[in-house]
């Protein structure tokens, strides 16, 4: 079945440090990609996607790029904040609109 | 600004009482999820719909928990009885089906604790 792997948290940065969160998966077709983040106390919401390969998201700085050949859709930001703390989630829809799988999500913490 | 609304935000209960959670999705979305997020767990899928049809409940307890919607405008999620173990924050999520393109909307959840 489908599946989602994030690389293990917490992740702990200085402000200003580049981030990157891996996300690799495994799915059959050609699925849609997402990152999602929850911040403190709320729900998730959608951070950024691509829905086809070599297809880049990106939304408040964050970037990812939908690479088909490595299974990757590896989250990266080149500066980070204090605000940027939170947990992500990587996750993946497949075509048929039947199955959405969440990671178990990385959590991030930012250090002035 | 459309959103998924949830109520209660908040509920303590006492085991073996029942709990109501109840979800509005976004107007005109034809698909509602229910999920659980736990530290131990983490985001562990519940129930799926669509079109108000349950689609996948094979995440839930069936013995004491059940998901319906009664119409378009509200998605419920009933524990009975509750127990200690259900202590959680359940999130409701929604959206339009359009292909591959599936994001899901999520409501800022009901944290519940049964002591």
């Known amino acids: 079945g489908n599946s989602v792997t994030q690389m293990e948290g917490p992740v702990t940065l200085s402000e200003e440090a580049f981030l990157t969160i891996n996300c690799t998966y495994t799915a059959t077709g050609y699925p849609s990609l997402f990152w999602y983040v929850q911040y403190p106390g709320e729900g998730l919401q959608l951070l950024l996607k691509?829905?086809?390969?070599?297809d880049k998201g990106s939304n408040k700085g964050f970037e990812a790029t939908y690479r088909k050949e490595t299974t990757s859709f590896h989250l990266e930001k080149g500066s980070v904040q204090v605000s940027d703390s939170a947990v992500y989630f990587c996750?993946?829809?497949?075509?048929?609109?039947?199955?959405?799988?969440f990671g178990p999500g990385t959590r991030l913490s930012v250090l002035p | 600004d459309a959103r998924v609304t949830q109520t209660p935000r908040h509920k303590v209960t006492e085991m073996g009482q029942e709990v109501t959670m109840r979800c509005q999705p976004i107007?005109?979305?034809?698909?509602v999820f229910w999920y659980r997020q736990t530290m131990m767990q983490g985001l562990e899928l519940l129930a799926y719909?669509?079109?108000?049809?349950?689609?996948?409940d094979s995440g839930m307890p069936k013995d004491r928990f059940s998901a319906e919607m009664p119409d378009a405008t509200l998605a419920t999620l009933k524990i009975q009885p509750s127990e200690p173990r259900d202590s959680a924050v359940y999130f409701c999520?929604?959206?339009?089906?359009?292909?591959?393109?599936?994001?899901?909307?999520f409501g800022p959840g009901t944290r519940l604790t049964v002591l």
């Open positions: 996750a993946l829809a497949d075509n048929y609109g039947q199955n959405f799988v």
């Open positions: 107007l005109g979305h034809n698909t």
């Open positions: 999520a929604s959206g339009a089906e359009a292909g591959a393109y599936n994001e899901q909307f």
């Open positions: 719909f669509r079109n108000r049809a349950p689609l996948d």
């Open positions: 691509a829905t086809k390969a070599d």
